[in-house]
């Protein structure tokens, strides 16, 4: 597949395939890949993680071992790229919030916690769509 460009609505098609037909499945994480959009409100629970840019370079210096200027520009280089990704597939803007169900900024909260605070929203959501 080297060399080849992807048609994009090739590539959107497949995708809302993979993503409905795995949402159908329940009891499924799916990260990334704009399942919040191909969803929408009423099926899924849809999160957003953030945390500031100086969090994030410093999270990515431990865990790659990168130096500050190489996280730097892996968190740029990403960024962009989602940003792009969802704007060019769903017209829409990543960072508006109204296309989650929660946000939650990672800075000074755990995985723990996050999950805890996720699992009660869950909860919520599903109890309300009954």
Same mark, same amino acid.
Do not use: W
């Given at each position: 597949?080297?060399?080849?460009? $992807? !048609?994009?609505?090739?590539?959107?098609?497949?995708?809302?395939?993979? @993503?409905?037909?795995? =949402?159908?499945?329940?009891? @499924? @994480?799916?990260?990334? %890949?704009?399942?919040?959009? *191909?969803?929408?409100?009423? %099926?899924?629970?849809?999160?957003?993680? $953030?945390?500031?840019?100086?969090? %994030?370079?410093?999270?990515?210096?431990?865990?790659?071992?990168? =130096?500050?200027?190489?996280?730097?520009?892996?968190?740029?280089?990403?960024? $962009? =790229?989602? %940003?792009?990704?969802?704007?060019?597939?769903? #017209?829409?803007? *990543? #960072? !508006?919030?109204?296309?989650?169900?929660? $946000? *939650?900024?990672?800075?000074?909260?755990? @995985?723990?916690?996050?999950?805890?605070?996720?699992?009660?929203?869950?909860?919520?959501?599903?109890?309300?769509?009954?």
């Amino acid at each position: 597949m080297s060399g080849q460009a $992807v !048609d994009l609505a090739d590539y959107a098609q497949h995708l809302y395939q993979v @993503v409905l037909s795995m =949402s159908q499945l329940g009891g @499924v @994480v799916l990260m990334g %890949r704009g399942g919040s959009f *191909i969803l929408g409100p009423q %099926r899924g629970f849809h999160m957003r993680v $953030v945390c500031p840019r100086d969090k %994030r370079i410093e999270n990515l210096m431990k865990y790659k071992r990168l =130096s500050a200027e190489d996280a730097a520009e892996a968190i740029e280089k990403s960024d $962009v =790229s989602r %940003r792009k990704f969802v704007k060019e597939l769903f #017209d829409c803007s *990543i #960072d !508006d919030p109204h296309h989650y169900d929660l $946000v *939650i900024n990672s800075a000074l909260i755990d @995985v723990e916690e996050m999950v805890e605070t996720a699992a009660t929203a869950i909860n919520a959501k599903t109890a309300k769509l009954v």
